[in-house]
Each structure stands twice: as structure tokens, then as C-alpha cells.
């Protein structure tokens, strides 16, 4: 069965750390781009960061810039997005998909979803 299912979520302060990870399963992982967004209630959902399929290339959105870093691990089938000084507007239900490439994850051209895990930061 093709499917990704993030785990790692949870309530932190304000000012601390999570680790997220997107476990694949099904599917040639090596030849897929891995993302992560987030959609917070009320709110639309926002590409968060993405790594290439060879973790050459990665891509961050502003707002999680010098905060968030993704890495990927071939062995264990596995994407990681490490959050660090998290904030309360970091607050919402990340999601890993996968697609070609950054571009078209970031464009919203995503083959696969999981089903999301929920971080909730506390002021």
C-alpha cells in the first residue's frame, strides 16, 4: 500500500523544539520529492518545506527560515523536519506529501498525502 504517515507531533512552549517524521512506504522513496505543509484552523494550507529526492536541494518558506531544517534518510524511508524556536503561529496540522519535484510540490501538484499530525505551541 502507497501511503506516508507523519508522526512527532505534540504541545511544546513557545521557544521549543519538535521532531517531525513522514515514514513512506509502497513506492520507490529515492525517486520522490518529500514536503511539508501545515494548515492552522481557519487558515489555508501553506507549503512549509520541501527536500529533492536526492536531499540535494531544499526549500523553506519565509516563515520557518533559519528555524526549520529537513533532511531525509534512505535507509529508513523517512523524512525529517526539525522545528526550533517554535513559535504559537507555528500552531496547525502538518502534513508530508510527495511529488516529481520541490517546484511542483510547492505548486501543489502532489501525488500522495498523509493524513497529518497535529503541533500545538503554547505562549
Known amino acids: 500500500e502507497v501511503q506516508l504517515v507523519e508522526s512527532g507531533g505534540g504541545l511544546v512552549q513557545a521557544g521549543g523544539s519538535l521532531r517531525l517524521s513522514c515514514a513512506a512506504s509502497?513506492?520507490?522513496?529515492?525517486?520522490?520529492?518529500i514536503g511539508w505543509f501545515r494548515q492552522a484552523p481557519g487558515k489555508e494550507r501553506e507549503g512549509v518545506s520541501c527536500?529533492?529526492?536526492?536531499?540535494?536541494?531544499?526549500y523553506y518558506a519565509d516563515s520557518v527560515k533559519g528555524r526549520f531544517t529537513i533532511s531525509r534518510d534512505s535507509a529508513k524511508n523517512t523524512v525529517y523536519l526539525q522545528m526550533n524556536s517554535l513559535k504559537p503561529e507555528d500552531t496547525a496540522v502538518y502534513y508530508c506529501?510527495?511529488?516529481?519535484?520541490?517546484?511542483?510540490?510547492?505548486?501543489?501538484?502532489?501525488?500522495?498525502w498523509g493524513l497529518g499530525t497535529l503541533v500545538a505551541i503554547s505562549s
Open positions: 509502497g513506492f520507490t522513496f529515492d525517486a520522490y520529492a
Open positions: 527536500i529533492s529526492n536526492s536531499g540535494a536541494s531544499t
Open positions: 506529501a510527495t511529488g516529481p519535484n520541490i517546484r511542483a510540490i510547492i505548486a501543489g501538484m502532489v501525488e500522495i
